[in-house]
């Protein structure tokens, strides 16, 4: 009886929030761009002293992840879209003739649920509320279970700071009753527009619940590094890259392949930078303590460092180590490494060249349907090129770590925590989710020639015409 009790105010408490958020909604998507950065920008503000907190609730709460990793990726983040957001004009008009008539106008989707998964709890949830604001639409926080608490304290201070500066009541809010029928009762509310799901594979189903949804997920990302690459750089790079927040970064490489030719440099290089080679008998105490099956790994794996897995699995490594490495001589079918590991670990494959290399990444991709990104290290733009040309992906990072390039910071990418997962069959988008993504085009039409206007000359000519065919009939 208790647990029909909480699944009935689960419901009632989904009914309310969404019919609250529409009404919110309502009053917001009248505001112009301005009035809605002129709150972004006191946000952005105002939240800067209550990262810290955020970060040691959420290290508390889930157990993944390190807290320093994350209050770095998190000020630089946040400081990066104070610079970019303001440059955006995601709602009005958006396109003008030279006459200055509208062409084109951004318009709010409406009421919005996120999807919240347990891992990057604090920037995820950050990053969704902004960009709901940004785009006039009321945001609904639906956390993971096991992230409840951070999700809610991160929204209700964001709340209190944006309402504060004018934002209405209820434009965002936080489930804070999470049942399954509670969480089907949002999705499936008329009054929601649209889904916003990252990380969750629970709620991925465009057909269950009729809604368009926008899947943002974590990739496991293959890296080639070809002959031509800067080597040093190149092997830096991805260390960084796979250790960082121990090894939570969404677009963070996990399978590494080298051409035959650069092997033994890149594998030297690994180990100068803090790559432990495992041998065939840690091997098999990790994937024990791993235990990797279905694409998932062992829950209390995820978000934990290197040296904390392996004395976990029975073996030592030095206190340098950032990456655990298993060395691969082929891809095979039940192959436990090439299942996603939110852990710094690393598969190695060799290839004899770029073309072999090619075929495996296509293949690392295709085995998991996991076509999110990918990496390659290279100076030689006829192998870039083809990578580009036919890899099954969303995104293509270029010499830089991908952890960080695929979310925008110091690339040419949009900004964004959310990376669209469409090319893994999820949600309608495989770009990086930013603001414009929760509006909708309204097209304004124009004639292409505009008709003559009807003037006394015009008029005189006309019927002069008239007489003359008249006397010519005649």
């Known amino acids: 009886m208790q647990q029909i009790d909480k699944d009935l105010l689960a419901i009632q408490e989904a009914r309310i929030l969404v019919e609250t958020a529409r009404d919110a909604q309502y009053l917001v998507k009248d505001y112009n761009q301005k009035h809605l950065d002129q709150i972004i920008n006191h946000l952005l503000e105002q939240v800067k002293p209550e990262i810290k907190g955020f970060v040691a ?21 946040l400081a990066a879209l104070t610079e970019e957001l303001p440059k955006q004009q995601c709602v009005g008009a958006l396109v003008k003739d030279s006459a200055g008539k509208i062409l084109q106008v951004g318009v709010p989707v409406g ?14 949830t950050l990053y969704s509320l902004i960009i709901g604001i940004k785009s ?20 209700k201070k964001v709340k209190q700071i944006c309402e504060a500066k004018g934002l209405p009541k209820g434009c965002l809010n936080c489930v804070e009753r999470v049942t399954e029928n509670g969480v089907k009762e949002v999705l499936n509310h008329p ?176 085995e ?17 090129n ?25 690339a040419n990418l949009p900004l964004s925590v959310i990376l669209g997962g469409f090319t893994t069959g999820r949600g309608i988008s495989a770009e990086n989710v930013t603001a414009a993504d929760l509006t909708y085009i309204r097209q304004v039409s124009y004639p292409i020639k505009a008709p003559e206007p009807t003037t006394a000359e015009t008029v005189d000519k006309q019927l002069l015409e008239k007489v003359l065919r008249k006397i010519l009939e005649k």
């Not at 998991?368 to 030689?380: F, M, P, T, W, Y």
């Open 57 to 77: 609730a959420e290290i508390k709460e889930t157990q993944r992840g390190c807290a320093q990793d994350k209050e770095t990726l998190i000020n630089q983040f």
């Open 111 to 124: 009421v919005i649920p996120v999807l919240l998964s347990n891992e990057n709890v604090v920037l995820n």
């Open 136 to 155: 006039g639409n009321a945001i609904l926080a639906v956390p993971d279970p096991q992230a409840l608490t951070t999700t809610s304290l991160v929204v």
């Open 191 to 366: 009054e929601t527009a649209m889904i916003l799901v990252i990380g969750n594979s629970n709620y991925t189903d465009a057909t269950i619940n009729q809604k368009p949804i926008i899947y943002g997920s974590s990739g496991a990302t293959p890296v080639f590094i070809e002959r031509s690459a800067v080597i040093k750089v190149a092997v830096e790079a991805i260390i960084q890259s796979r250790s960082f927040d121990h090894g939570l970064l969404p677009g963070a490489e996990q399978y590494l392949i080298a051409e035959s030719v650069i092997a033994s440099e890149v594998k030297m290089l690994m180990q100068h930078s803090g790559a432990h080679f495992l041998s065939r008998e840690e091997e098999a105490k990790l994937l024990a303590l791993l235990q990797p099956k279905d694409n998932k790994i062992n829950p209390v794996c995820v978000g934990k460092n290197a040296v904390w897995l392996a004395e976990q699995a029975g073996f030592s490594v030095s206190e340098k180590t950032k990456v655990l490495v298993s060395e691969q001589q082929y891809l095979y079918e039940d192959d436990p490494f090439a299942n996603a590991m939110k852990c710094p670990v690393l598969a190695f494959y060799l290839e004899p060249d770029w073309i072999h290399a090619c075929e495996k990444s296509i293949r690392l991709l295709k």
């Open 368 to 384: 998991k349907n996991n076509g999110h990104s990918l990496a390659i290290h290279s100076q030689n733009t006829t192998v870039l």
């Open 386 to 410: 083809e990578f580009a040309l036919k890899k099954p992906v969303g995104r293509m990072i270029v010499n830089a770590p991908a952890g960080f390039a695929s979310l925008g910071l110091n």
